[in-house]
């Protein structure tokens, strides 16, 4: 049995983009079980550009579960915009999990919108100034909270979602001296403490797709600059014995090809 | 690719500057713009949600920086269904 997943991050919606992804997402019910959005939905989080999120990627017909990003803080109206996500049948996720039951199991999602610091041998420390410890501490607290809900979850198959990237891989194409404001390896350590199956993040518009854990679990950088399509599709199953891509054609899935 | 002349070269600040517009200004709201000063102008490339939000960052930036030649290769992201998945064990 294969548990279908579909993402896309950093879609960053305003009225001047209501209407481009919903074609799209029109067919997604024929291809994943679920949709997982990885933060930034909107580009300054009002309120109002919450409800062009829920116009858009409302009323699928499959679960979507999101995480919020930095540009959903921007006017500091998280809670209204969680309200209308949440009314619009959208679970948002925050140092918390939920368990989707799928026709191919149970798929378990833990989610934290994570935050910087950097990655091993070149991060921030909690030290010296309130400011800096604020902020490395920032960081600590939501991998702890992330970690924490990754191994609450009873399920068959667990992903891990945030906006601020785990690892250094999927940020390949952005500037060095910017990792440390794209994630944070304390995410990739929370990821690594529960047996996570994939961890999908967004924020690195420059970035590209493919990474792992350093205790190997896949990342993948779903920021829509990315991925260059309305949505990714990942098959995940106990069955498959290789990393293969498969096409989707009109009438479902046509034979995979490695 | 368009580009647009003005008198002066680019000033180092001036590329500081426009790359914080580009972030802080809430008309404009975008950090996935990549600023990169050339001999002969200041080159914006990226890619955004919209026409309009593209139109909108070179509005704001020849507005606030009349003299600087700014040369754009900004893309709108495609927002077609996917063809292929990615399969994994």
Sequence with gaps: MVIRIAAVGDVHLDEDVVGRFRPALEELPEHADALLLAGDLTRHGTESEARCVAQEFGG??????????????????????????????????????VV???????????????????????CASDFGEPEMKSFVRTTTDSADRLAEALRSLDCDVLVALTHYSPVP????????????????????????????????????????????????VRVRNVAHPVIKQAYSVFHLGDHLDQHQVSRIGSSGMERSWS | MTVHRGAGPPDEYVEAEIQRMLTED??????????????????????????????EILRRVAERFPDVPITSDIGVIRTQAPTQVEELP
């Design chain 2, 26 to 55: 809430p008309d404009v709201a975008e950090q996935g713009i990549t600023v990169v000063r050339r001999e002969r102008a200041l080159v914006l490339s990226g890619e955004v949600e919209s026409p309009h939000r593209r139109e």
């Design chain 1, 169 to 216: 891989d999927t940020l390949a194409g952005e500037p060095l001296e910017i990792y440390p404001f794209l994630g944070a390896y304390q995410l990739g350590q929370a990821i690594d403490s529960a047996p996570t199956a994939l961890a999908l993040h967004g924020h690195a518009h420059a970035g590209t797709e493919r990474g792992t854990t350093p205790g190997g």
């Design chain 1, 60 to 97: 699928l017909g499959v679960p979507v579960v999101t995480v919020l990003g930095n540009h959903d803080h921007q006017c500091d109206q998280v809670p209204q915009v969680v309200r209308v996500l949440e009314d619009a049948g959208i679970t948002v996720l925050e140092g918390n999990g």
């Design chain 1, 100 to 122: 989707l039951e799928c026709a191919g199991g149970r798929l378990g999602i833990a989610g934290v919108k994570g935050f910087g610091g950097g990655f091993a041998g070149r």
